[in-house]
């Protein structure tokens, strides 16, 4: 019996008649949803739950409702045709909205664009209204993550029509996604606020998106105004990109913490993905970019990289042990390259190292379940992998 198929035993009827048996594939509890007969959160909470009890029942599943606090966040999308052409889709349009707005709609002035911003805004949530009472919560989620990305681009005209874009700004809203730039601030702080307002309305994960790289863009740009007497000065930028990645992933932990933690269904989805990525980005680029003059910095280094790896096994987010691994394998090259470049032993003993992480890897998969059961004690009850 596995979690992609497994049988489903009908409860003994009162009446004496035989309980049914029949399998379950993944695919139908999908197709149960996108004809609406249960959400698509409740068909990933069902699944979940079944899959984790098919563990211990030998021939009956029972199912019963997944809103509990202990029960399995709800995962993302499946990988499939037609969420590629939802997303592919729904990105082309964002885009069209925001990284290619190019000088032609400018032409038409902040009247102009500001009406455009409204109109598409609407139809987008209306949209994504009549997506979300059909259950179809994918498309649902590009439309809402669409009208978020509209904010900034609104605000941009308010502030040209009433004459408070600050001076010296950009005159092209095209280079909202290219410059850094302290003025820009005021789109991302009131994108926050409406991301956060839509987000509370929709609770749909992917439009925390927009949020996750909203908060990256402000991280520059508040460099950016720190620095106004300054002068510019990269190792600052790199420093505030620090803090902001930090500050991000705490937020996105928070989130995590809360969703896993809360008794209702839809609150029960993955909201912390993006800011786990943007901020695992921010936090590592900016260790990863600070130089330091003395082998013991940089075996600090490696061994915050190596913490990040274990992090990322403890709370169940690969992301950290992506980044982390690449921050040890970086390492690595440094000491091959620098410190024993011309060392003729030190080929054959990374040779080795190489093929004890395999080992490692190895003993790991075997060892897992027991592995993340440690881990998990170091990490508060909401951030342990279910």
């Known amino acids: 019996m596995t979690q992609a198929d497994f049988q489903h035993t009908a409860p003994q009827p009162a009446t004496g008649v035989a309980a049914r048996s029949i399998a379950l594939h993944e695919q139908d509890v999908h197709d149960a949803a996108q004809v609406g007969i249960i959400t698509t959160a409740q068909a990933q909470a069902l699944w979940a739950r079944w899959g984790a009890r098919c563990a211990h029942l030998s021939d009956a599943v029972v199912a019963t409702p997944a809103s509990v606090v202990g029960a399995p966040i709800a995962q993302g999308p499946r990988f499939g045709f037609v969420n590629v052409l939802y997303y592919f889709g729904g990105l082309v349009a964002i885009g069209a909205m925001s990284l290619f707005m190019t000088l032609g709609f400018q032409a038409m002035g ?11 805004g609407y139809a987008c949530l ?19 993550t669409l009208a978020v990305v509209l904010v900034p681009l609104a ?12 001076e010296g700004g950009s005159k092209s809203f095209a280079q909202y996604h290219t410059h850094i730039d302290w003025r820009w601030q005021t789109l991302e702080f009131g994108t926050l606020a409406a991301a956060a307002v839509m987000l509370w309305r929709y609770k749909l994960p992917f439009m925390v998106m927009p949020v996750a790289i909203t908060l ?9 105004g720190l620095m106004q007497n300054e002068g510019w000065d990269y190792k600052f930028v790199r420093d505030v990109s620090l803090v902001f990645g ?16 809360s008794q209702s269904t839809e609150w029960r989805q993955d ?14 680029g900016g260790l990863s970019l600070r130089d330091s003059s003395n082998e013991l910095g940089k075996l600090m280094y490696a061994m915050l990289n190596l913490g990040l790896v274990l992090l990322g096994a403890a709370i169940g987010r690969r992301v950290f042990t992506i980044f982390g691994a690449l921050g040890v394998a970086g390492y690595l090259g440094y000491l091959s390259h620098r410190v024993f470049q011309d060392s003729l032993l030190f080929p054959f003993a990374l040779t080795v190292l190489g093929l004890g992480v395999v080992w490692l890897g ?13 881990l998990s004690r170091w990490v508060p009850e909401g951030l342990r992998p279910r």
């Open 110 to 120: 902040a009247g102009g664009l500001l009406a455009i911003a409204l109109a598409y």
């Open 271 to 284: 909201f912390a993905f993006w800011l786990y990525i943007f901020g695992a980005i921010m936090f590592w």
């Open 155 to 166: 605000l941009w005209c308010v502030q040209h029509l009433l004459g408070l874009w600050p």
């Open 126 to 144: 209306k949209v994504a209204d009549h997506f979300k009472a059909k259950a179809l919560l994918v498309p649902a989620g590009l439309l809402a």
């Open 362 to 374: 190895v003993k790991w998969q075997h060892n897992e379940a027991a592995i993340n059961a440690r």
């Open 246 to 261: 930090l500050g991000t992933c705490a937020m996105a932990m928070w989130v995590d913490m809360r969703t896993r933690l």
């Open 216 to 224: 990256w863009y402000l991280s520059m740009d508040v460099a950016n």
